[in-house]
Every structure is written in structure tokens, then in C-alpha cells.
């Protein structure tokens, strides 16, 4: 019997663990991932490891190595092109954290904790020609607690979502349709929210949550003035230090 043929686009932990996933069931993995550096858990290191074929060039359909019956995307950061969906007749799936249509795009965990929801969650759904906009597999919500900062709210999301990864696979193999987007949602550009500054005018809610949104090191933290603010107790110290001049 020949082997599912699969390929997973991937990158960070996540993309460890969906590799280690498909190969639980047998499949015949090739992966596209990217290089990292040394705070990202390697899909590279883990490929060499367990001898698994791969490759850091974007994937298009002149550099396939097969045909193959699904494509996986887990946290890959390449936009996939029209010619290699139509390659597996839109046989191709992402994992978005959020839950589509809202926060469509980059840094979603980061600005649903800025705008205040109260659930984030993630998105399982076909990719076609236009970003994020392709029919729901599979969603569930994540409740954004207070003491969440971008780190921990962002690694729950994806522990939450890798439990129903091969669950995934199941449904895009057996052609499930899945759910269209009832409506457009908002789509957020790459790039830090507000250049990571925070804004005296905004209220305290939104300051605090915007210093949380922001804390997933070693990326930058939020800053106020040329100074770096890791969490509101500094901002607050710096408030009432300007105050007292």
C-alpha cells in the first residue's frame, strides 16, 4: 500500500509537534520550514534528527519533491501561491490563532489582547487564493485571562489546537467542506502594533492590557518615552516619577 504523501509547511513548536504527528501515523512527510533562531524550537534540528527530507526555500510547485495528497501549514510564513493549491485541488489547510473572520492577518493573539476580547482562540481552514479567508474545519475559543501575557496566551492557544491536528487531516483526506466565513472580519498587517509604544492618552485598561499584549521576550517590550516597560507596576513608577517633577 503506498503511503499518504504529505507536506508540511512549518515553523516554531508547533510545527515540531504536527511533524511528530504525521509520522506517528506513517506518512510520507517532506517539510518547508525556515531557519530560526536559538529562542524558536527548531523544525530543522528536528528533521535532521529523525532523518526527515526538507528544505528553507519557499515552497512553489517547481520545487515539490511529489504530488502530494494534503499540505499542512503550522505557523509557515510564506504566503502559499495559487498554483500549488490548485497542484492538490485546494487539498491544503492553516492553523490561524484566532477565531476566523476576526483578526485575519499577523499578530492576532497580540492585538485581540490590545482590543480587549475575552476569547481568542484558533482556527483550523482551507487556504485559498486570498489570506484567511478560506471555509472553517475546525474552531474552538480560548478564554483570555487577566494575568495572560502575549507568551503564555499565545502558547495555550497552540497547546489547545495541536490536540485536533491529526483530527484535521482526517476531515481535509475525506474532502469535508468545512464552514464558510459568514462575514469580511479585520485583517491586521505585519508589523508591532503601534511600533510597541504606548500611548498616555489611552486608558488605564488599555495600557495595561498593551503591556501584557506586548511581553513575549526576547522580543521587545512595550516602551513609554525611550524607556522599557515590562509590566504596568513600571509604568505606574514612571507615571508618578514625572508627576513629582
Known amino acids: 500500500m503506498n503511503k499518504t504523501k504529505v507536506i508540511l509547511c512549518a515553523y516554531n513548536w508547533a510545527g515540531c509537534k504536527a511533524l511528530s504527528d504525521l509520522l506517528g501515523k506513517g506518512y510520507d512527510v517532506f517539510v518547508y520550514t525556515h531557519k530560526n533562531p536559538s ?3 527548531s523544525v530543522i ?3 535532521e534528527k529523525l532523518k526527515v ?4 526555500d519557499r515552497i512553489n510547485v517547481s520545487n515539490l519533491p511529489y504530488k502530494p495528497d494534503l499540505i499542512c501549514s503550522i505557523f509557515y510564513r510564506y504566503i502559499i501561491g495559487e498554483n500549488v493549491i490548485d497542484l492538490v ?8 490563532p484566532s477565531l476566523l473572520p476576526d483578526y485575519k492577518g499577523c499578530s492576532s493573539i497580540t492585538w485581540a489582547m490590545i482590543n480587549g476580547e475575552k476569547n481568542i482562540g484558533y482556527s483550523f481552514h482551507y487556504i485559498n487564493k486570498d489570506i ?10 480560548v478564554k483570555v485571562e487577566d494575568w495572560d501575557t502575549q507568551v503564555t496566551l499565545y502558547h495555550r492557544v497552540m497547546f489547545e489546537a495541536s490536540k485536533y491536528f491529526l483530527d484535521v487531516v482526517d476531515l481535509v483526506l475525506e474532502d469535508a467542506l468545512g464552514n464558510p466565513q459568514e462575514n469580511s ?5 505585519r508589523g508591532c502594533p503601534f511600533d510597541g509604544e504606548i500611548n498616555s492618552n489611552w486608558n488605564e485598561n488599555k495600557i495595561e492590557r498593551f503591556i501584557r499584549a506586548m511581553n513575549y521576550p526576547p522580543l521587545p ?6 524607556e522599557t516597560i515590562y509590566t504596568n507596576y513600571d509604568y505606574k513608577k514612571i507615571i508618578g516619577r514625572k508627576s513629582k517633577k
Open 132 to 141: 484567511d479567508t478560506g471555509n472553517v474545519l475546525l474552531q474552538n475559543k
Open 221 to 226: 517590550y512595550a516602551k513609554y518615552n525611550g
Open 185 to 189: 472580519g479585520e485583517y491586521y498587517k
Open 45 to 47: 534540528d528536528l528533521c
Open 53 to 56: 527530507n526538507y528544505t528553507t
Open 39 to 41: 529562542y524558536i524550537n
Open 89 to 96: 485541488n485546494g487539498k491544503i489547510f492553516n492553523l490561524h
